[in-house]
């Protein structure tokens, strides 16, 4: 087996299950009714994902990853600070929008995360929480913002996240439209 | 039995619920447990709550209950649209400061609600909405704010429900002063 067919089958196999526990909860969703909806046995499932907690860890680590690449490729083009925001939200209201079985989970479940998979994934959204803050603070040091709270930061993210519930991607909005809606609000509200 | 006593116990089985829920998952969380966990058996159990589904049910709508009444109150009292919108606000974080684990378990659960339940919940959280889309449109009429898309509103409500997950009660702000932050922002952004 080769390295990217080992690859391809794991990452189907966290996306069926992403749905699976969007619908019936993390705790609600057995091994077996995973391995039935992906068509693996038990041998083949464990050998693609290890155990259901690490299926929990993959979907959450991996979209907070991406969106951690996303900002960081962003925060080195040296963008002003309106602009840097704006493509923030875009980017995550993009992926989001993308991916709202993971992000459900995730923001439903990854409380059953224990021990260092708990910690690496609250790291990486502490990590992603001062991406945002230090897109603010350009705007502050470039004197367009005024200086707010830091805690304004979960405000904004609060947003932007809660769009898993109720964004239709058939709907009249695109997300980039619903991220320049919200930072509409925001920028003229938070300017210096 | 008094009806007063029936109340009590009910609203002692469901608070205990929220906090089981909230740790352990809806579908992670048994009725035996619940009952363990209450120092009530089978029988007793089901003669206060009836159901798994029915203890869900009221975690949820016990609270969007409220936040209607309060928003209520509120909207016949004619304040202007600024003063309304904070006191929402506020009220809002509030309660959720004082019902983390019943507004955890809301966001997170109340997908497993079933029928008539289900509708019940959604209606009562779309007259919310509602109530906010008003205090906003009135700010329009008396041309304090601008006019924004309806889909604003579940922005300003991502906002401040994601408070659920990291509102410290022994922090350094209050409720209050998380209302009032994010309702600086937000307020000075739609302007007229």
Redesign the interface.
Known sequence: MTATSFDTNRARVIAIAADLFA??????TGMTELGQAVGLGRGALYHYIGSKEAVLYAISKDQVDKMNSYAEELLDQGLEAEELLRQMARGLLRNIAEHRAEWAVF???Y??LTGEWRDHVLTARERYEGYWRQALSSGVRDGVLRK??P??V??????????Y??FEPDGK?SPDE?AD??L????????A
Request: no cysteine.
């Open positions: 619908r019936n909860g993390y705790h609600g923001f439903r479940e409380t059953a707010t709270p805690l304004l979960k405000g904004i993210l609060g947003m932007l996240n809660y769009t519930l109720w909005l619903v809606m919200f509409d609000a925001l920028i003229e509200g938070i300017r």
